[in-house]
């Protein structure tokens, strides 16, 4: 990607808080609870939600077309949000693996906001 990316430290952070990831300098350990930006999926039209989308679309370059089209499923980019089992059975894979795919398509997006903050000199610093 030659491309400059434009993403401001505070939005860095607020999208690492909303995926869960254990990068975010506000990072609580739980188990089974559901994802932050499960709320902000409910109201597509916030604010919250289009800072949100805004820095997943700029470092979407990193992902798989296949974990691209369950996280533009998931956080409901250019159609209404999928159920897991929906996006399963369009891919003839398990919900399951919809979840993994998911997850690691997230880790992906975490370790690149790291590195582009890296490579600008900007720290976010990070639970160890």
């Known amino acids: 990607m030659d491309a400059e990316i434009n993403i401001s430290k505070e939005d860095a952070i607020f999208y690492l808080e909303?995926?869960?990831s254990v990068k975010s300098p506000n990072f609580k350990p739980g188990l089974f609870r559901r994802k932050p930006y499960y709320i902000l999926i409910k109201d597509r039209e916030s604010i919250n939600y289009k800072r949100f989308i805004s820095v997943y679309t700029a470092l979407r370059y990193v992902l798989s077309d296949r974990e691209q089209f369950i996280l533009n499923r998931v956080?409901?980019?250019n159609h209404e949000v999928t159920p897991t089992k929906n996006i399963a059975?369009?891919?003839q894979?398990?919900?399951g693996r919809v979840l993994t795919i998911r997850n690691k398509a997230n880790v992906k997006l975490a370790r690149e906001i790291l590195k582009l903050f890296k490579t600008k000199k900007?720290?976010?610093p990070i639970k160890e």
């Open 18 to 20: 909303m995926i869960d």
């Open 75 to 77: 956080y409901g980019i």
């Open 89 to 91: 059975s369009s891919l």
């Open 93 to 95: 894979i398990t919900p």
């Open 122 to 124: 900007e720290h976010i």
